[in-house]
């Protein structure tokens, strides 16, 4: 199974921006939805965001909306997610994955693929 690759984390003051990019597996029936994910230090693993190839129909988790951002460039198999106002409880390591639809998504669901490597975003007061 392809890992998605995810990419942009970083280091960024409260306040700041950073935009990730996730290269994802090839898209098929299967694999219409694609998320953004969460893990902070010792916490369990959190939906953010997600986005339909087709429409482009987005969903987000309360915590980011009119913060965070979903978008996807077919051509390129890619999903960002650009995040303004990061806030300190948003450091965490970021990672993408796919599914049919948002529900999966949303419970982290046993049909999701196989997880990357993640990218890092640290927010420092």
């Known amino acids: 199974q392809v890992q998605p690759v995810e990419s942009g984390g970083g280091l960024v003051q409260t306040g700041g921006s950073l935009r990730l990019s996730c290269v994802a597996p090839?898209?098929?029936?299967?694999?219409?939805?694609v998320g953004w994910f969460r893990q902070a230090p010792g916490k369990e693993r959190e939906f953010v965001a997600g986005i339909t190839w087709g429409s482009g129909t987005t969903t987000y988790v309360n915590s980011v909306k009119g913060r965070f951002t979903i978008s996807r460039d077919n051509a390129k198999n890619t999903v960002y997610l650009q995040m303004n106002s990061l806030k300190s409880e948003d450091t965490a390591a970021y990672y993408c994955?796919?599914?049919?639809?948002?529900?999966?998504?949303?419970?982290?669901?046993?049909?999701?693929?196989?997880w990357g490597q993640g990218t890092q975003v640290t927010v420092s007061s």
């Open positions: 090839e898209r098929t029936f299967s694999t219409n939805a």
């Open positions: 994955n796919a599914a049919s639809s948002f529900a999966p998504l949303r419970i982290l669901g046993s049909e999701l693929g196989s």
